[in-house]
């Protein structure tokens, strides 16, 4: 019980900075969002701190990776101008230039692990921030935020369901604990929750939601698949331990992570035709 309402409270917290701070509006997201983005690449360079194969520059991987993040963000603010953000090109050039000095054993696996760990935590939380600040004045709630009730309800359902009606394995060899019923269970709900999202809360959208849910869902549980995969592989429990009861950033984040880069392409070509 005093586990369970440690992971309440931390929840709740959690969930208050995310809408709390996308609610506020594209400033107070982007520097909430930059906090959570700096400590997950921090994680995520951490998850090979003893490995004995790949040996990554934490402190390149993080400077490199939030000037990029700069440079996105203060593009899509309208900061900077659109050829500002050639430079990350060269930027991912620096950090395959840092290996000649570093003198590691393997270079290309170090390259490999630290322009991933951009690409996978750096990208999405910019796309989360720049899909707001496109966001027309005729939407009463930001796309974002039904984006992660929907990744949320999805999580929880799928939990729920798998708890009380589980019993056939979805991944045992990566996450022993996942079920189709569970599975099935987060998806069917999701779907609906979808469709309430786009009837009574961003009007005349029940289409456009329900379709986001339809992959939404399936999204966050590869998302969530592959963490664990990368877990497994490193032999650790949690990505960190900065959310008592949840473990750290990618923890909470690594069904959003995946499924991110989806709901933005779709958001933006379903205004687009």
């Known amino acids: 019980m005093n586990n369970l309402l440690l992971r309440a409270i931390t929840g709740a917290i959690f969930a208050i900075a995310v809408l709390g701070s996308i609610l506020w509006g594209p400033y107070a997201q982007a520097i909430v969002f930059s906090g959570f983005m700096v400590l997950g690449l921090l994680e995520f360079y951490n998850l090979f701190r003893e490995h004995t194969i790949v040996q990554v520059s934490r402190e390149i991987g993080v400077f490199i990776g939030l000037f990029i993040f700069i440079l996105l963000v203060g593009y899509s603010l309208a900061w900077l101008p659109i050829i500002s953000v050639l430079i990350i090109f060269p930027l991912f050039f620096t950090l395959i230039l840092a290996e000649l000095w570093r003198k590691k054993e393997h270079p290309l696996i170090n390259i490999s692990v630290l322009v991933f760990g951009i690409i996978y935590v750096v990208l999405p939380f910019w796309l989360t921030i720049d899909l707001n600040l496109r966001e027309t004045e005729n939407n009463f709630m930001p796309l974002v935020i039904g984006m992660y009730l929907l990744i949320w309800t999805n999580d929880t359902f799928a939990y ?22 569970g599975t099935i269970g987060g998806i069917l709900v999701t779907l609906i929750v979808g469709y309430v999202f786009g009837a009574f809360v961003n009007q005349g959208n029940e289409l456009f939601w329900i379709v986001s849910a339809a992959f939404i869902a399936p999204c ?46 779709w958001a933006m070509m379903y205004e687009y035709f």
Do not use: Q, V
Not at 240 to 251: K, Q
């Open 160 to 181: 729920i369901s798998g708890k009380y009606f589980g019993k056939t394995k979805l991944f045992e060899r990566i996450s022993p604990k996942k079920t189709w019923e």
């Open 220 to 265: 966050a549980i590869f998302g969530d698949l592959l963490e664990s995969l990368f877990k497994r592989s490193l032999k650790i429990k949690d990505s960190g331990s900065i959310l008592p009861g949840h473990g750290g950033i990618l923890d909470r984040f690594d069904a959003a992570l995946f499924a991110i880069p989806f709901f933005y392409c």
